[in-house]
């Protein structure tokens, strides 16, 4: 397995999200064939392929999780095949999932902006405040915003580490819209809600319980901004990440440095933000170029 993960490093330039991703679907098929009574990943059969591909399905992962899982395994076989350790790859004749394309909803950048102005400057304003320019300012999952500590932040460098529920990790800037807002959050409002300073372990965005949001708190805070802005049905935790990877792409951004700073394995998931890209490249030709 060290071997595949560096020849993929190496060789094929893969992004460091892309080999912990291998990494982890490796090892995870490697459990479930330990727990078949198969000892070596070398040792896998056609059926052990099936099978798994069939528990994956009863577990209700979605169609691109599995396609992903399976590509990386038959990746590692064919690399298996080329060093000489296995004549057959086990999964060759097991074909991707169709998937359904998902539809890309984001707010205009006017539409983001006007969302930023809507809290007030009380304790609560300042707060959602914060929290908005923070998960459009990085694109941060609604998971990694809930699990968000002291910790996990930097004001002075601008940066922040955001952690999955796998706890795994990556590091992503903070500009400088989001550092104002988080800064006058800190200090101005979070003892006010809390009453008490913070501790360095303490969770960032709290109700005031004191308790940290939840998911189902962070999605009715959006849902009353929405209604404000007058696009309550379509305000979302994950608009607001969609929105993050439109407007960079619409401002130059590349999809691979998109994929770093959103943390996405499957590169489809980039393609899909393309395709919003691709549509709003072909509407300004249309409407302005003489010849369109």
């Known amino acids: 397995m060290r071997g595949f993960i560096e020849y993929m490093k190496n060789e094929k330039r893969k992004a460091a999200n892309t080999l912990i991703a291998y990494e982890r679907d490796l090892t995870a098929f490697e459990k479930y064939l330990a727990g078949r009574g198969t000892d070596s990943l070398e040792k896998c059969t056609d059926n052990d392929a099936i099978s798994y591909v069939l528990q994956l399905s009863n577990e209700n992962k979605s169609k691109p999780t599995i396609n992903r899982k399976v590509s990386a395994l038959r990746m590692y076989y064919e690399y298996l095949i080329t060093k000489g350790v296995i004549s057959e790859n086990p999964f060759t004749r097991i074909k991707a999932i169709k998937t359904d394309k998902r539809q890309i909803d984001y707010l205009t950048i006017e539409e983001a902006a006007k969302l930023m102005d809507l809290p007030g400057d009380d304790a609560k304003g300042l707060r959602d405040k914060a929290l908005l320019e923070f998960m459009y300012g990085t694109g941060a999952r609604v998971t990694e915003v809930v699990r968000l500590r002291f910790s996990d932040i930097n004001l002075r460098m601008n940066f922040v580490t955001l952690r999955d529920v796998n706890d795994e990790s990556r590091i992503v800037p903070l500009g400088s819209y989001a550092s104002a807002a988080m800064k006058e959050y800190i200090e101005k409002s979070y003892d006010v809600i809390t009453g008490r300073e913070h501790d360095i372990d303490d ?53 691979r440095t998109l994929q770093e700073l959103m943390g996405f394995e499957d590169m489809s998931v980039g393609i899909a933000y393309l395709s919003v890209i691709d549509i709003r490249v072909r509407e300004v030709f249309r409407s302005c170029h003489p010849r369109a």
């Open 203 to 255: 969770f960032i965005f709290v109700n005031f319980r004191g308790e940290p949001l939840t998911r189902q708190g962070i999605w009715k805070i959006l849902k009353d901004y929405g209604q404000m802005l007058g696009v309550e049905s379509r305000m979302t935790p994950q608009i607001l990440r969609d929105s993050f990877a439109v407007h960079i792409l619409q401002n130059g951004g590349d999809l």
